[in-house]
Nanobody, 117 residues
Framework: QAQVVESGGGSVQPGESLTLSCAGS?????????VGWFRQAPGKEREGVSC????????YTANSVKGRFTISRDNAKNMVYLQMNSLKSEDTAVYYC?????????WGQGTQVTVSS
């Protein structure tokens, strides 16, 4: 079935980096569709992190991650990435990939990122 799957989460110390990956499968193409990364910290609402339009313009970046996180695509691999640098404790959350594909919204299962010393 059409789906997206996140990977690349883990536990790191403040100041370190991680790159998250989002893969489209089951006929779900990421090339040519709007995609985004969202996150949800314990006890908080899900929030947008960074979004990329169907023509690869960055349409949103949360102020809290601006200058540290970068969203990008690799169309040959049908994947979307979130490069996260200079991670902080407040970045700890479950990170979700989202795509609007054929008038439907698809969410991945999430990948945990934990930043602690």
């Amino acid at each position: 079935q059409a789906q997206v799957v996140e990977s690349g989460g883990g536990s790191v110390q403040p100041g370190e980096s991680l790159t998250l990956s989002c893969a489209g499968s089951g006929g779900l193409n990421l090339d040519g569709y709007a995609v985004g990364w969202f996150r949800q910290a314990p006890g908080k609402e899900r929030e947008g992190v960074s979004c990329l339009s169907s023509i690869d313009s960055v349409t949103y970046t949360a102020n809290s991650v601006k200058g540290r996180f970068t969203i990008s695509r690799d169309n040959a691999k049908n994947m979307v990435y979130l490069q996260m640098n200079s991670l902080k404790s407040e970045d700890t959350a479950v990170y979700y990939c989202n795509v609007i594909f054929l008038l439907s919204t698809y969410w991945g299962q999430g990948t945990q990122v934990t930043v602690s010393s």
